[in-house]
């Protein structure tokens, strides 16, 4: 069972920046950011996996151009670099992985067996 711990949620100004950071208790092939505002279902938000040591990432297009994916192998630790917030970006802001490949279809979250607590993001106007 691998153990996902999200941190660095919190609440900003329009125009902003947030890091957030998942800690994974081991490698896993797929990892993800997801998000979940009040009222809304949840959306896929970015995606990394790594092919011949190459980081491939895929993002959702509100976010592209402002949010990064990265992950740091050697700590199993993702990363989602989060730059000129809007208040549409507030949620509930979840990692997962999976140790499987990743799925053509990852941002309906179905193909991925862990998920971690969450981290809430506010940005205010």
């Known amino acids: 069972q691998v153990q996902l711990v999200e941190s660095g949620g919190g609440s900003v100004q329009a125009g902003g920046s947030l890091k957030l950071s998942c800690v994974a208790s081991?490698?896993?092939?797929?990892m993800g950011w997801f998000r979940q505002a009040p009222g809304k279902q949840r959306e896929g938000v970015a995606l990394?996996?790594?092919?011949?040591?190459?980081?491939?990432?895929q993002y959702i297009d509100p976010v592209k151009g402002r949010f990064t994916i990265a992950k740091d192998i050697v700590k199993n630790t993702l990363y989602l670099q989060m730059t000129s917030l809007k208040p549409e970006d507030t949620a509930m802001y979840y990692c997962?992985?999976?140790?499987?490949?990743?799925?053509?279809?990852?941002?309906?979250?179905?193909?991925?067996?862990?998920w971690g607590q969450g981290t809430q993001v506010t940005i205010s106007s």
């Open positions: 990394i996996y790594h092919l011949f040591g190459n980081g491939i990432t």
């Open positions: 081991e490698y896993t092939l797929c």
């Open positions: 997962a992985a999976d140790q499987r490949s990743c799925s053509p279809d990852w941002y309906r979250g179905a193909a991925f067996s862990y």
